[in-house]
Structure formats: structure tokens, C-alpha cells
């Protein structure tokens, strides 16, 4: 079987239509329907069934869908072989990241590649939901998710997960609010609270959801903002309260913002490096996912800047 046309079946399964495949392949939409007639004639299997208006993957079609993936996974190993005869890696590494993610990670993510000659880290900050990493992946080397403590991992049988981060979410008060003082909070003290949170589908508000659902106290949210940095001035500006992400809350003196944890929940969010099944088997991807865990270590305690341990358990540094 042809290789490029192995390729073309993964990018139609990634993206799901012909036209989406043809972009990502910098094509047209109906050289890719050729290549997919191709490879049904090689194989001798119908690979694609007509759905609609579009095409849909056959049961044969996802089974091959998986051996191309170790096919080409293979073609990788044999490349980063290859790259294990330099000193150092080298290539380039596409990175999305989540905003907030970006403000706690990417500075000194950017400083530790930096040191690498040759690697080239190319970074794009992404709004994305987690049905949407899959696709990600399909563009990018490493996607930086994050989910709801309660969510099942980003893996899958075609993906890979390293887990960087479990990040407590505080509840984000204005200084002189009426609780600041308190070292925790009970959720049942907040019903009368107006809440911003996030745009429904995203982690933040997922937890929030299912903090309803396992107290029955269920907020008043006046505002949806995306941007959490926004959402802390208005915090801070009486607009409301919060649930925010502790490590890149700024709760510096003079923000006019504090932070209370919730008394007997654990609410938090996971934070995972996704990317293709073998991908991590390339120097260049693998130097960018050790970098991240190495920045994640040192903020939350477990390093210093140095590279060595620290005694002191996590503590709560603003992006």
C-alpha cells in the first residue's frame, strides 16, 4: 500500500469530510477522493460509505485507519533513529496550548527549548473544548488540554496523554468581600453569589456543573468570559466571583483580588500534553514534553530553578 495514500486516510479519519482532509493536505477535495478510490482498489475493501451529503469511514476503513496509524508511526521510530546520531534534537515542534495554560507555562517553556540548537518550538494559544482535542491533534505535535477532575482521560487507542498537572480552582473573591477573610469556604455560603464563569462546554464551567449536582446549590452566573484575566478585574471590580485556576491566579498585593479554597469539595482540573500514538519517540517532541513537565515541577514546588528538589510542598505562584 501506498504511503501517501495511507496518509490521506488518516487525515480524512482525523478531520471527517473530504474538503477538511484536501485543506490539511494542501490539495483539492478531489484529488483526495482519488487517492481514497486508490487505496480501496489496493486493498480490495470498500474503506468509505456515502453519509449524507459526505463520506463516512467503514467498519474495514477504521480497522485500516489504526494500522496506518502503526504504519506510520513506524516511519517516525525510523526517522528518530535517524535523529538520535545528532547531539541534540532537532526539528520543529508545533505546540497549542490553552490560554491560561500559556500565562502559567509558556515563558518558561520558550527559555528551556531555547537552549537547544536546532529545535525550533512553534506555539499557538487555542479556546478548545475536549471533544475538540482530537482534531487538534491532527495539526499540531503536542496539544496542551485540560479537563475536569472528573472527565476520563484525553487518551485514546490513536492518542497519547502525559499527565502534567492536577490545578486546584479556588473561588476568586474582591479583597473587601464579606468572606475574604475566611481560610475556606463552604459552596452553601455562596448560593446568593452572582458568578462569571466560562462558556458552557469548557472544564471550568464543567466543575462548576458538577459541583451543583453533588451539593444542589446551584449559582446565579451573570456573565460567561473566556479570558480569565478579564474575568479577575472584574472580580476584582465587584462584578461577581469566580472559580479560577490557583497557580495562574494573580492574587498579588494591590490586584484586589483573593483566593479561598472550597471547604470539604475538591474541585480542580487536569492539565494533559496529547499527541499522536508514537509521536513522543521523535527527540525533538520528546525534549518539548520533558520541558513541560520540567516547568510544571518547578511550579508547583516540586523543583527549583535550578533543576533540583525542593522542600517545601506546592505553592501558588501568579502567571
Known sequence: ?????????REFADRGSVTAAAKALHCTPSAVSQQLRALQSDVGLALTEPAGRGLRLTDAGRALVARADDVLAALDRAE???????????????????????????????????EFDGLDVIVRDVDMTPPEVPGLVADYDIVVAHRDEHAPSLGSDRLETRHLLREPLDVALPAGHRLAKRRRIELAELADERWI???????????????IIRTG???????????????ERLVA?????ALLPRYTMDT????GLVC????GIKAARHVEAVYRLGASS????????????DEVAVLTGERDSSGGPTRSGARRRSA
Not at 220 to 229: A, E, P, S
Not at 260 to 263: K, M, S, Y
Open 282 to 293: 521523535r527527540p525533538a517532541v520528546a525534549k518539548v514534553l520533558d520541558a513541560l513537565a
Open 260 to 263: 479561598r479554597p472550597l471547604a
Open 217 to 231: 446549590v446551584r449559582p446565579q452566573v451573570v456573565q460567561r468570559i473566556n479570558d480569565f484575566r478579564i474575568t
Open 252 to 255: 498579588r498585593r494591590g490586584s
Open 237 to 241: 471590580a465587584g462584578h461577581g466571583i
Open 1 to 9: 500500500m501506498d504511503i501517501g495514500r495511507l496518509r490521506t486516510l
Open 197 to 211: 464563569s466560562v462558556n458552557a462546554g469548557f472544564p471550568v464551567d464543567d466543575i462548576l456543573q458538577s459541583l
Open 80 to 114: 528518530s533513529e535517524l535523529d538520535t546520531y545528532r547531539s541534540a534534537p532537532r526539528g520543529r515542534v508545533r505546540v497549542a496550548i490553552f490560554q491560561s495554560a500559556g500565562l502559567m507555562l509558556l515563558p518558561g517553556l520558550l527559555h528551556r527549548t531555547a
